[in-house]
């Protein structure tokens, strides 16, 4: 059964390659996020008409090196163009050639979290957000691919840092809900306690919604442990920041997932959305060995990179390892290699760690921009996906609204959920 | 009643309810194999077998929060600390996390999990082995924390550890495995929050828990020999702590001392006082006195680490001050 | 005097002495390109550049760590914890390696370590990231634990700290970094251990440190406008605690208020009432009053951040009722 | 200068080699561990009369293959087997080809160790030691080897855990002084404040000393980094064991090495003591990935093994991997294999965790009487050995008699050494 599984994916690799090789396109460049970055620059108002295209990774590789650029940059190009570690030693199946259907619908999520997160910004800066705001502009290939893999059904969860809106928008939570969390209303989906760090969805499999660095993946192993000490058949996918993997914590984790793996008690998939930067700080400032994929090798813990910034790639990957994962038991790490191409927060305005340039060149690849090109070039028509991006740019409105018009937390909200089985707190004094 | 030693009423505790309910496994370092450093959980992994008795790797942390992801999956797990001292490679687990996730998750998830082990010091293990850390983990609302002083109490509270839905913090008297009492058959709970009265008197209101305990209990002999008569209070709950029972004690002998190994500043103790000074303002008829470890790291010689810890003249002594018998 | 800001005395403290002493360098996390999360340390990376401004990785454990072995090697570091909040990871570091070496070591090895950041909440941050660890971390014998609340004072103990041979806590006030005031120039040092009466009165005595301070001086100017008159006593330096300050403060209003932004039980709170009921029983004319935060993990949204601290009425409230004006 | 010293090694390793076929010798069994273990079994009485050998890693390997045991133990025969990196990729200088006079001298060391461990664990049992109580016993050729290359006119020092009684004494501290530390005595060696965890002797560069597994690691790559700022040309030594290695503050302290390494900034010496065991956890229910040294990849920190067991072994590599860190700054480590064949701690009595076989076989390996078999072989009188036996216990005696005679502390000294600049203590109450 398993070595069936194993061997699979070499007869299937090709179809997917010669498939995205036909959706080949060149990159344009791009200034902003957000709502009007959802086409290439230039082309909003000439919705389809002017040929556009994106550019392939290997593409991007070439045409960068040619660029006089930063060091950093070279090699980590070089890392993503070097083959993953599975890619090389076992081919693998993609179980679905994805159609242009199909990824219209991911579209559709990828821009209704990106206006979401826009609106997020927004409102930030209006100060009707409080705290710290991460959005996930740029990521969203990663999380619509992989969160889509989830089987809630089967009992899979996410757990994952605090970079969060789209997780929980991706499982199923609703955006009035979770925007009003973040406007600290009493609407909000976590009753206004926790604020954009700590989104929680359970129902739907979001476990959270996490601050500090790293102290979330523990969890992970455990939680995994606990599906299949229970007889459940599901996986929980950990989310990790390249930053985060310097951490102790990730250590202690990847380490017991790795042991617990051994019997097939630890159905944990590793996620590490590699974006290059913790803050304001970049990989090479960070380790001395910067290809962080193989970091779960310290562990026994298999791993592959991909381009996570591309859905079709991260979709060739994300159900197979899914579900890998689940028939063994044991633990397996993706690399979503890619760029944070907005600030690490919202009050992130400074930006004196990384040259404009390099945002920008890194903005070209923009997930949903290059979804577009591609969908495109499938013949799927502008002005529907145009008729998309209205509806989601009137569901974050919608969202907005909602928020604004919701009350605060009733002040005796501040006493409740100290404890679980009571409403017992200990008087202040 | 059964005669057993603290540490045996505590496995008892544990196998009972692993018995009775599948969802409870423990994970800690040489619990299993090596039959747990302080034999605790000597046999348990015969019994229950290693899916249920973990042995994990020396990562406190790690495994603290391993333990808090398999909580929120539905398991009841109970860590062990090999000892507390190495619980602060987990204080960011159990003190952002676990403590706190319920509250975050606007109640979404619960955290039904133990961390126990034993705390305390007293056999000469020195500056980074000796530490007594009730107010340093009882200063956190989200979680439980007790400190049992009896073989009874160990194990009712390790009954009622288990069963209850929030983190608890479970600090043993390390230096009181070995000693024995009676302890009930079956399933007798001792909730949280109540402490106990050790011992009736009138004269003064002697407070302590854990280990401090059976010291004051010898220390109240002392002072029947002088003709004081001495009331023993055990809180046995560090949070939540359970104010009236000492405050209506020293309402009637209107006098106190509280004892603690742990450092005096910012400290269970500290809190004791002022929640006397507040509640029983009226009825002090002397300053709460306090003894506590000397404000040093623990050192190793003996002679040094005896004269660091409240012995029970140190008590006598502040129990003859707060009755103006000396100075 | 100069007028800056509680943020920029702050930098200006570290950078004269850096320049002054080639053996001070800063680690932490984007401490230097990024210009440091608060801003506190921009600008000294170029200054002084990348081997005394040492950005590291998310490792709060692993640079405190290596920042000690920097100090016993001769440096004095000064780490950055970008907020305090994050100091749970490196908890075990600083309280059983930095705290006790000296000690363990029989005096062999000093530990001129400075551990400094924003402590406190009020903006906003929730659970995990709202912390005030005067009391966690001073329990501790071995560190040294400040609260500065005035740019006059984050800059002269800054100057302590950093000539201290002892590994220093500092604690700075992150809500205050844009607030401004008179900054002696050149080297005005600011002994540990010596509280500040930062408002002279007659009726009661209101006690904090750090954020609560100008927050007690907004109170004392309320009850200036009930005829009542208040003193107010900085504690600036929580480990060594000066008792002497605040007991004479007592010992004159025989009354007294202490507030805190954290949490209630084994607090510094705790200690200053443990400390009045026995230093200053016969001159308290009422139970001394505390208000702490609320005991709960704190919350995200604005209004439940706001009622979960300490206010201007609940401290006004707390005055009267020492006072018995109100119940 | 670099370019020299990574090719200089293929010229001798040859020669080393075949010396050390030379002393090849077949193993005998053994039993104890105590005074009498330090000659093979059954032949202190008939000193150098009787045929003895002991087996090279090589032929144990072979001839325990034939014994039936436990898996575990095959695998980690293979692992010690296959060449470690450094071996197979830049073959390496031994600077020095040990005649049988230096081989003397470290079998003074080594018997010093031992024996003054047998007397540690007698005054344990006798109860006049307190506390915990951990001996070096078995990996004496780790430390003697690599201790023994520390140069500490030029700042070299050493930071190690909390099993270091021959850290002490190697580095210099008197063993009465070390005696009466383990007593508690105000003659101690920390003044009877520490105990045997925590031991220091800083003027022989011996920096401790420490009781929470993992918490030393970290001070090594800063003490590091703080000789390098300075100017100093030392080389910390940072001890580890297999135990600690899942620990968070390796991983952090590892990957901070590693990263202040590439600046030549980081002179640190990882020696790496895998003894199989951390208390009663074998490395493999410790970890997916029991190939510990390769760990150290993760931080592109370049490593090798060594056989923890043979004083050849180690002394081949010691002192040029010291030399290497110190002319490049660079972090290098060293996983030192062997087996603890004593307790965990004087109090470990039951090890319900191993086999009574498995520590017998590896008691076979004792380095002390391996290094006894190959002196005689190279011609060493068995009385000299005899003498220096002799001399080693009296010296042993002689701490205990003075740790027994000194003082307890004056009670004073509970209030000294909290802070460095005063004798302010906070007042009690
Ligand atoms: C333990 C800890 N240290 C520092 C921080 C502050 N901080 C918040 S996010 C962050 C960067 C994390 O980077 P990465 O893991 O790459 O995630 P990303 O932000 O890129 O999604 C830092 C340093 C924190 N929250 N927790
Ligand atoms: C953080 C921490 N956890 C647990 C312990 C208890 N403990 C002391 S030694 C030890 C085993 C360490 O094993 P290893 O690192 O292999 O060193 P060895 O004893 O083999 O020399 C343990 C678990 C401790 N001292 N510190
Ligand atoms: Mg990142
Ligand atoms: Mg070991």
């Not at chain 2, 009138?202 to 209990?217: E, K, N």
Request: glycine residues 10%.
């Amino acid at each position: 059964m398993l070595l069936q599984y194993l061997l699979l994916p070499v007869v299937f690799i090709i179809l997917v390659k010669v498939a995205r090789r036909a959706t080949r396109v060149k990159s344009v460049p791009y200034g902003t996020i957000s709502h009007m970055s959802l086409v290439p620059h230039g082309e909003a108002s000439v919705s389809g008409a002017a040929p556009h295209s994106f550019g392939t990774i290997e593409e991007a590789v070439v045409s960068r090196a040619s660029v006089p650029d930063t060091s950093t940059d070279d090699r980590q190009a070089a890392e993503m163009d070097s083959p993953s570690p599975v890619d090389s030693q076992t081919e693998r199946q993609a179980h679905v050639a994805y159609d242009a259907e199909a990824l219209v619908g991911y579209y559709q999520k990828m821009v209704e979290i990106r206006l979401f997160e826009d609106a997020t910004t927004k409102a930030f800066r209006q100060g009707k957000i409080g705290g710290y705001l991460h959005v996930y502009s740029g990521q969203e290939a990663t999380g619509t691919a992989f969160l889509g893999a989830m089987k809630p059904e089967k009992g899979d969860v996410a757990i994952a840092a605090y970079r969060i809106h789209a997780h929980a928008l991706l499982l199923g939570a609703h955006p009035n809900n979770v925007m009003a969390e973040l406007y600290g209303k009493g609407t909000g989906i976590v009753k206004g306690k926790g604020g954009s760090m700590h989104l929680f969805h359970a129902e739907g499999g979001m476990l959270g919604g996490y601050g500090i660095v790293g102290g979330h993946i523990p969890l992970a192993p455990g939680y995994a442990y606990g599906l299949r000490y229970q007889g459940k058949d599901g996986v929980v996918q950990s989310y990790l920041g390249d930053g985060s993997i310097h951490n102790g914590a990730f250590h202690e984790a990847a380490n017991l997932a790795g042991l617990w793996g051994k019997s097939g008690m630890c159905p944990t998939l590793f996620i590490l959305e590699n974006n290059q930067y913790g803050m304001g700080t970049s990989v090479e400032r960070a380790t001395a060995m910067t290809e962080l994929g193989r970091k779960f090798e310290s562990y026994g813990i298999e791993w592959e990179r991909v381009d996570g910034m591309d859905v079709q790639a991260t979709l060739a990957v994300a159900e197979q390892v899914q579900e890998r994962v689940r028939e063994t038991g044991k633990p397996y790490a993706i690399e979503a290699f890619g760029y944070r191409i907005v600030p690490h927060g919202a009050a992130d305005f400074l930006e004196q760690y990384r040259s404009k340039e390099e945002v920008a060149k890194w903005r070209e690849k923009d997930p949903i921009p290059l979804l577009h090109g591609q969908l495109i070039e499938m013949g799927i028509a502008e002005d529907r996906l145009e008729a998309i991006r209205a509806e989601a740019k009137a569901k974050a409105d919608e969202a907005v609204k909602f928020a604004e018009e919701s009350p605060d937390p009733d002040l005796s909200e501040l006493l409740t959920d100290v404890y679980a089985d009571d409403t017992y707190v200990e008087p202040a004094g | 009643m059964p005669v057993m030693t603290y540490r045996d009423a505590l496995r008892s505790a544990m196998a009972e309810e692993m018995e009775r309910d599948e969802s409870i496994v423990l994970l800690g370092e040489d619990i299993g194999l090596y039959g747990g450093t302080h034999l605790v959980t000597n046999g348990l992994i015969d019994q229950f077998g290693p899916k249920r008795v973990i042995d994990t790797p020396i990562a406190e942390g790690g495994f603290t929060g391993a333990a808090i992801g398999m909580a929120m999956s539905g398991l009841k797990p109970i860590v062990e600390m090999m000892t507390w001292n190495f619980s602060f490679l987990a204080a960011d687990q159990i003190i952002q996390t676990a403590a706190k996730l319920h509250y975050f998750s606007g109640g979404q998830v619960n955290v039904p999990l133990v961390v126990r082990g034993p705390n305390g010091g007293g056999v000469q293990l020195s500056a980074q082995h000796t530490h007594s850390l009730e107010g340093f983990y009882g200063h956190f609302p989200g979680l439980k924390v007790v400190s049992p002083a009896t073989p009874a109490d160990v194990k009712g509270m390790m009954l009622e550890a288990i069963r209850n839905p929030n983190p608890v913090i479970f600090l043993e008297a390390g230096a009181l495995y070995g000693t024995k009492g009676e302890v009930p058959e079956g399933d007798e709970v001792v909730p949280f929050g109540k402490a106990r009265v050790a011992r009736e008197g009138t004269d003064v209101t002697l407070i302590a828990y854990g280990r401090q305990v059976p010291l004051l209990l010898r220390v109240a002999d002392k002072l029947a020999e002088q003709d004081i008569s001495a009331e023993v209070i055990d809180l046995r709950s560090i949070r939540p702590l359970d104010t009236e029972t000492f405050v209506e004690s020293v309402k009637k002998t209107n006098r106190a001392v509280v004892v603690q190994e742990q450092w005096r500043y910012f400290s269970v103790a500290s809190e004791v006082c002022a929640v006397l000074q507040h509640e029983a303002f009226d009825y002090l008829d002397a300053p709460v006195e306090r003894v506590s470890g000397a404000e040093v790291p623990a050192p190793y010689a003996r002679n040094l680490e005896i004269a660091g810890f409240p012995t029970i003249d140190h008590v006598v002594s502040a129990a003859r001050r707060v009755l103006y018998l000396e100075k």
